[in-house]
């Protein structure tokens, strides 16, 4: 049974820094691309970040230089650091994998920026 466990999102000042972490179980993590994604009110989810299992990495523009994906493969988890933040940042953050063309994702972890 695949498991996502999405964590670190709170209430931040603009400028601000938030590391979300996703804790996965189910799958053997070393071999899957990991994504992060975020759905605002209103709005479609988007995609975020993707890390591949050779650790190679892509972003939304939106996030490209203030965002960093990272995974640890001893602790089945990956990581998305948040610095710079903006109130359009706000939204909904889900951790996802797909596992035998299954998409699953995690229960989602609220990051709030104010202005």
């Known amino acids: 049974q695949v498991q996502l466990v999405e964590s670190g999102g709170g209430l931040v000042q603009a400028g601000g820094s938030l590391r979300l972490s996703c804790a996965a179980s189910g799958i053997i993590f070393r071999l899957h691309a990991l994504g992060w994604y975020r759905q605002a009110p209103g709005k479609q989810r988007e995609l975020v970040a993707v890390i591949t299992p050779a650790g190679s990495t892509k972003y939304a523009d939106a996030v490209k230089g203030r965002f960093t994906v990272s995974r640890d493969n001893a602790k089945n988890t990956v990581y998305l650091q948040m610095d710079s933040l903006k109130p359009e940042d706000t939204a909904v953050y889900y951790c996802?994998?797909?596992?035998?063309?299954?998409?699953?994702w995690g229960q989602g972890t609220q990051v709030t920026v104010s202005s």
């Open positions: 996802n994998v797909a596992y035998l063309g299954v998409n699953y």
